[in-house]
């Protein structure tokens, strides 16, 4: 531990903003980390073959009594945003099917983007660090005493290695986890789409009138067991 605090300490001020930046990535990784597989987990074919079963026996009350039960859950949340708007008409069942989306798409993607920022500024850092320990090389080969010239070129030198390992350290595991995690939203964003789709057709397709034979065909008074009924006999006599 002493030897990575000499490293650090060695590395000078950029090494410090490095390591900061380092600890904000770490944090990010394992709030991301905590909320995308455990927090949101769900188990999706369950949930939505029970809402499934609510709407097709129109218990829509019952179903979104079950998403306001699991309304930390992006998913039930959605879904409770759709059957709110069940009993209405098709177009209000869509827009609601917008509105949830609207809400629910940025909990995914919420802060995760900073991380492959981070990754970046890590590695610009580590480069400035470079350049910074370059700079004091040169001024010691310039201006330095040549008592203290090799003292004060190895710093500089170690200055320009140490803040390049820091920034390459930092952004390297952000980058991988920032790959990970993005893989991870994706996958709940394109499950999000897909079962509140489904959930809307089934909402629209149970407005839809029954066909019969009777709304198809309509029976012809004149007919009758398929065959034409004689016209009406005139009894009367003229």
Known sequence: MSGF?????????????????????IALIIERSRTLYFKYALN???????????????????????????????????FKVILEKSD????????AQDIAMAEIVPLYTKRLHYLSMLANVATLLGLL??????????????????????AMLASGIAVSM?????????AIPAMVAFSFLTSKQNEL?????????????????SHMQGLN??????????LKNGKAAPPPTNTKVS
């Open 5 to 25: 605090l000499n490293f650090v300490v060695q590395s000078g001020v950029v090494g410090w903003i490095i390591m900061f930046t380092g600890a904000v990535v």
């Open 129 to 150: 660090g470079t350049i910074h320990g370059l700079i004091l090389s040169f001024q010691a080969v310039a201006q330095a005493d040549p008592a203290q010239k090799q």
């Open 189 to 205: 964003l394109e499950q999000l789409t897909e079962k509140c789709s489904k959930l809307t057709e089934v909402l629209t397709n």
């Open 162 to 170: 140490y803040t390049t390992a820091l920034g390459l350290a930092v």
């Open 44 to 78: 999706v074919d369950e949930f939505t073959s029970r809402v499934q079963s609510f709407v097709l026996g129109r218990k829509h009350e019952e179903a979104i009594v079950l998403c306001a039960q699991m309304e930390d859950k992006p998913l039930a949340k959605a």
């Open 88 to 95: 209405r008409d098709d177009e209000t069942i869509f827009q």
């Open 213 to 222: 034979k009777e709304l198809v065909y309509p029976e012809n008074p004149n």
